[in-house]
């Protein structure tokens, strides 16, 4: 039993361990392209947007429909008391209690209402199309700051690894420095300035790895991910980085983003709703043809159908004359059956039933000045969304003719670096070999190597931010970004 219990419960732990870790397993290494497609998956921006493409589609729908008849059925149920007229008689009547019943199915369908339904679909047509290139442009907008932020952690994962590098060969330095002078070949002095440069080194550490952490805070909660300490990103290889100048001008990147900038389209299109709101509010001046129809029924309590034989009864209508006798004149007239009862429904509905169908007119004439005020204000909004529309195309050449200068800069700032960063190094390690071999000062010595770590976290710098301007103009350009 013993051993029965004891295999069980390896079993169970077992079966345990491997549900957490299928129920707990979350991706680590994330890319790029996981990143983006995670934030386009869970941005909140986006999915709002997304929304309110919906709400433009369902609008497109709704106008559409409204092209179509309407059709509505209309049921009613009355109890009344007193005096009343009854329906089926034209009888009036007093301290009556009665049931009516009535049922109709009416419809009508706009024949002509100065093209306003139809207008109305082409400006729903040209919303949701306005609202796609939103969502189009909200897409590339988180895009562009995912990868500003994936760069963002690449640039300080370099610099902090940059920083361990530097810790590893100064403690180097420091370990022969003490062995130095603990056989007498080398004075206190110059061990304790190179522990105190370590101890510099291993600050900037501190402070390159609080700007990882906060790079990488920023970048999971762009993408709307709970930061864990285990996840990282892919890290490219940047040792060859090589980045073309761009030839062509910003008038030339402008004309070619033009056809493709969403946030130019989505303005054209709402000029182009624009317009047609113009025609949907002159169309209001034009005649309206309407064809209707109904048909209806209805039952009563008032209503009674005689049950039994026909009572009749002689009735005196007149009188004539014999001879100079007068004679009377009677009559059988019917005077009622022996009791009565409610007149079934299905009888009443079928003789009651009626229909009718017509055709309204109507030409507006006076409606209080709402027709040409809201020509005008048509107007007003068609000039508005025109000037919208200039105001977007130059945001956008604004915003092309930053991203081209910053890139000019960073390239120019990158092959500066480049130069500055090789020339420290060079005349870092001439200094170093120097200093080993005694033929420099402490001082001199510490000067060449922060002077290298300087060149190296500006080339840093420059290389990731000409990387990000690379790619800024390569999405006005319509290259993909990752």
Known sequence: MLQIFKKNTSLLAICLLLFISATGQQKEVWSLADCVNQALSNNI?????????????YDLTQSKLALLPTLNLNANNNWQTGFAINPTTNDAQENVSFRTNSL???????????????????????LLKASLKDLEQSKNTITLNVCNA??????????YQSAIDRIQATKAQVDRQQKMFELGSSNKSRYLQLKAQLSNEELAMVNAQNTLNQA?????????????????????????????????????????????????????????????????AKGA??????????????????????????????????????????????????????TYIV???????????????????????????????????SQ?????NKLSEKLTKNNVYRSIAQSYVDFKAAFKRFDANTINLEANKEAFDVSEKQFELGGLNMADYLNAKNAYIRAEADFTQAKYELVFRRKVLDFYLGKPLY
Request: avoid cysteine.
């Open 104 to 126: 109709g199915l009416g419809g009508s369908m706009p024949l002509f209402a100065g093209f306003q339904n139809i207008n109305n679909v082409r400006v729903k047509e040209a």
């Open 380 to 384: 007003i909004g068609y000039q508005s």
């Open 216 to 280: 990488y805070l920023e970048l999971w909660l762009l993408i709307e991910i709970k930061p864990e300490p285990n996840f990282s990103i892919e890290k490219p290889n940047t040792q060859s980085l090589s980045i073309e100048d761009e030839p062509r001008s910003i008038d030339d990147i402008f004309t070619l983003f033009t056809g493709k900038s969403p946030d130019i389209a989505a303005a054209e299109l709402r000029s182009k709703s624009a317009t047609i709101q113009q025609q949907i």
């Open 285 to 338: 001046r034009s005649p309206r043809l309407t064809l209707n129809g109904n048909l209806n029924s209805f039952y009563t309590t008032q209503s009674q159908t005689g049950v039994g034989d026909l009572r009749f009864t002689n009735s005196l209508i007149g009188a004539g004359e014999y001879n100079g006798t007068p004679i009377p004149v009677y009559t059988n007239r019917p005077i009622g059956y022996d």
């Open 343 to 377: 007149t079934p429904f299905n009888t009443q509905f079928n003789r009651n039933l009626g229909s009718n169908i017509g055709i309204n007119l109507s030409i507006p004439v006076f409606n209080g000045g709402s027709i040409q005020n809201n020509v005008q204000k």
């Open 150 to 159: 994936y760069l963002r952690v690449l640039q300080s994962i370099e610099l």
């Open 45 to 57: 921006t986006v999915q709002q947007q997304i929304l309110s493409t919906k709400s433009a589609q």
